[in-house]
């Protein structure tokens, strides 16, 4: 089991190859809250099937987006949060699998063959809409449903669902270069606090001296090693957690540009400005212009 610094394991449920998914008989529903506590990873595949409603999923650092219908695919291992951009809270229901569990009599070629058993090694989406792939979210929809109801032949229904599902996904999988994933997981172990800190926070003022406090690094070193994180810098990772969630609640909301823009963690409306400019090519009322039909 992996353990990242102030980055918690979310798994209180052990899976065999006669109960190797969670729940079973019931659909688990999840509404995010706009402000989460803490990010978290599984040891388990996780699957979840957006009904409505709008917000962020950040994975392994990368945040996404998302309105409306939608899938998530999380796989093991990989540190996310979910958080809504609204008081109408986006409306989730989620399952876990435990993959090796459920293919135990999969021959292992097979399994072998799938991407997804080292996704690890791989570049992906982990959210996906309805519009972008609607198979996949029937998929999804169906495992999940398949998996609450708990009829005759259950497990195999779901096996071979999910084998077409992760199948599926490969297709949007590309290779790493070798040895940038173990790098990066070495980095994580290291910048566990402050991305952490980031996720929940970057709503607030942070200054680059909050951040120096929370990863007890120098402000050079953590410059340094966040950059080969995550390609741009402590600020630069901010500001795009910031941008992407204000650009949703443009399209989501009737709020006041202004009222985003603080709303989100800027302090004066120039700056917000300056930054979706230079983040989206446009400024904030063209891009609601340009996005509400």
């Not at 065999?16 to 809250?33: A, C, M, R």
């Amino acid at each position: 089991m992996q353990n990242f610094s102030n980055i918690t394991v979310f798994d209180t449920v052990k899976m065999t190859k006669d109960h190797p998914f969670d729940p079973e008989g019931s659909l688990f529903t999840y509404y995010p809250d706009e402000k989460p506590e803490y990010v978290h990873y599984h040891d388990f595949l996780e699957l979840g099937y957006c009904e409505g409603g709008s917000g962020i999923f950040i994975v392994d650092g990368k945040s996404t987006p998302f309105q409306g219908k939608c899938i998530s695919i999380i796989y093991p291992g990989q540190i996310h949060i979910a958080k809504s951009i609204s008081q109408n809270k986006s409306f989730w229901h989620f399952l876990y699998i435990d993959m090796y569990s459920l293919f135990f009599n999969f021959p292992a070629p097979l399994i072998n063959s799938l991407k997804a058993s080292n996704a690890r090694n791989y570049s992906f989406p982990n959210i996906i809409s309805k519009v972008e792939n609607k198979n996949m979210y029937e998929l999804v929809e169906a495992i999940l449903n398949e998996a609450a109801k708990m009829q005759t032949n259950c497990i195999q229904i779901i096996q071979g669902m999910l084998y077409s599902l992760l199948t599926m996904h490969g297709r949007y999988m590309v290779q790493e270069m070798k040895g940038k994933l173990s790098k990066k997981e070495s980095l994580l172990k290291e910048l566990g606090k402050v991305i952490n800190f980031i996720s929940t926070n970057y709503m607030k003022p942070i200054t680059i001296d909050d951040l120096e406090e929370v990863s007890s690094l120098s402000r050079a070193t953590l410059e340094r090693k966040f950059l080969e994180y995550a390609g741009k810098s402590p600020m630069q990772y901010i500001h795009e957690l910031r941008l992407n969630q204000a650009a949703v609640m443009l399209i989501d909301n009737t709020s006041s540009i202004m009222d985003i823009s603080f709303d989100v963690g800027y302090q004066t409306l120039s700056c917000f400005n300056r930054q979706f400019l230079k983040y989206y090519k446009m400024s904030p009322s063209e891009y609601r212009k340009k996005h509400i039909f």
